[in-house]
């Protein structure tokens, strides 16, 4: 049988490799993908991405023991004003350490704390000068929330906790508010969170019309997690959209370019819903105050509008018996009028009367007859000629005294 060595063994030949080889301290630029903190030690996954900065090209472990974990990140926090954290680029001391059970790691000894810009945060400051230039940074912030802002189209992942957290706080708020939520499922981690979220507004841009709002919400996470909400085409996607979009992405460190051109931002998910609330009840309140303005402006108004009745009523009685009184007298004066009138009439109509009947005397036939005129009737009418008589007719001739009757026997028409 073959000569051969047991894993330990040949782990032994390694450990003792490495620490001839590699007996000395070494500087080196990584990206921190993944920080974790266990027993006071800070373990570390490092990365160097491919020039375009989306492929890795090299990985690493490193620890930093909790002794020096705790001098190295006072220094570094003071210093570099920002957490050490994932998504930043570091400058590290570090030694080579390999264990026969736990295998190869660099140990940390020392880091510089004013080499702190990361690949990620200098896409980010790219990617937000790109959306600047392009005139689309700040469309969002240009929209407005509904007065009646109650149909919410949620983004998330259907059983994350941040999104529970956000439907139990909406449901549950102090005042009985009711909100109407309709999910579009989207991945929130990973690869394909941007492709899925822009997947996602695109749905709810074909139900637009049943909607007041996008909401984007998911649970913290490693910083590492939050790479897919800072790429350029889901900020475009978001800063063009019509409707306002509020972003719930991440706990108080995490700022992503999503929540810089979203319309609003919060921190999490019941952050963002109770913003939503407040905005509701802030508008309610509002409206209150409107009704309230409406009825006091409304009884201010009947109270002027009764108080010119009053006046007007007073104008009126007052005018009414001005004009009583010149009516009143401007009567008097007609009739005073009229009766001279009457009189002057009535005297012109007697002195009329009076001719009439005057003239009436002098044709009375009775006086004729006096003067030894007499008249003749035919058959009860008067005979004004004599050719209206036949010999044989009956006449009846009238004198002053007496009257006669005769037969006409012959008749003369001359005159």
């Not at 993944?34 to 991405?49: A, N, Q, T, W, Y």
């Not at 822009?198 to 019309?209: G, K, R, S």
């Not at 952050?271 to 309610?284: D, M």
Request: proline share 3%.
């Amino acid at each position: 049988m073959e000569q051969h060595r047991t894993l330990y063994e040949l782990n032994q030949l390694v450990r003792d490799a490495v620490e001839m080889s590699l007996d000395e301290a070494y500087w080196v630029e990584a990206e921190l993908q993944d920080v974790r903190i266990s027993g006071g030690h800070c373990f570390m996954v490092l990365v160097e991405k491919s020039p375009d900065g989306s492929t890795p090209i090299a990985r690493a472990e490193a620890v930093c023991w909790s002794r020096t974990w705790a001098v190295l990140q006072r220094h570094f926090e003071r210093v570099a004003g920002q957490p050490f954290a994932s998504g930043i680029k570091v400058l590290l001391q570090v030694v080579a350490s390999f264990h026969e059970a736990h295998g190869f790691k660099w140990v940390v000894n020392d880091v510089n704390p004013t080499f702190t810009l990361g690949d990620m945060l200098l896409r980010r400051r790219q990617i937000v000068e790109k959306l600047k230039a392009n005139g689309i940074y700040d469309l969002q912030h240009g929209l407005s929330l509904p007065a009646n802002c109650q149909r919410i189209a949620v983004v998330s992942n259907e059983g994350a906790a941040g999104f529970g957290d956000f439907c139990n706080q909406l449901e549950h708020n102090t005042y009985g508010l009711a909100f109407r939520l309709r999910l579009y499922p989207a991945t929130m981690q990973g690869e394909m969170v941007e492709q899925s979220i822009v997947n996602a507004l695109n749905q709810i841009y074909q139900d637009i019309e049943d909607a007041d709002c996008v909401v984007i919400i998911r649970g913290g996470g490693a910083t590492s997690d939050m790479s897919g909400f800072d790429t350029y085409t889901l900020a475009e996607n978001i800063a063009n959209f019509p409707l306002p979009v509020i972003t719930g992405i991440g706990h108080q460190r995490d700022e992503s370019i999503v929540d810089l051109v979203a319309f609003q931002s919060a921190k999490t998910p019941t952050a963002v819903a109770a913003l939503l609330v407040e905005h509701q009840l802030s508008q309610l309140q509002m409206l209150g105050q409107l009704s309230q303005r409406m009825q006091m402006a409304a009884a201010e108004r009947l109270n002027c509008a009764k108080e010119h009745v009053v006046r007007l009523s007073n104008a009126i009685n007052s005018l009414l018996a001005l004009v009583t009184t010149r009516q009143a007298a401007r009567l008097d004066q007609i009739g005073r009028g009229m009766q001279a009138c009457v009189e002057q009439r009535l005297l012109k109509e007697s002195h009329r009367l009076e001719l009439i009947r005057n003239r009436l005397e002098l044709s009375d036939p009775a006086r004729l007859l006096q003067k030894g005129y007499s008249y003749t009737l035919k058959e009860g009418k008067m005979v004004k000629s004599a050719a209206q008589l036949q010999p044989g007719d009956d006449i009846e001739t009238h004198l002053a005294e007496g009257s006669f009757h005769a037969t006409v026997t012959s008749i003369d028409n001359k005159q």
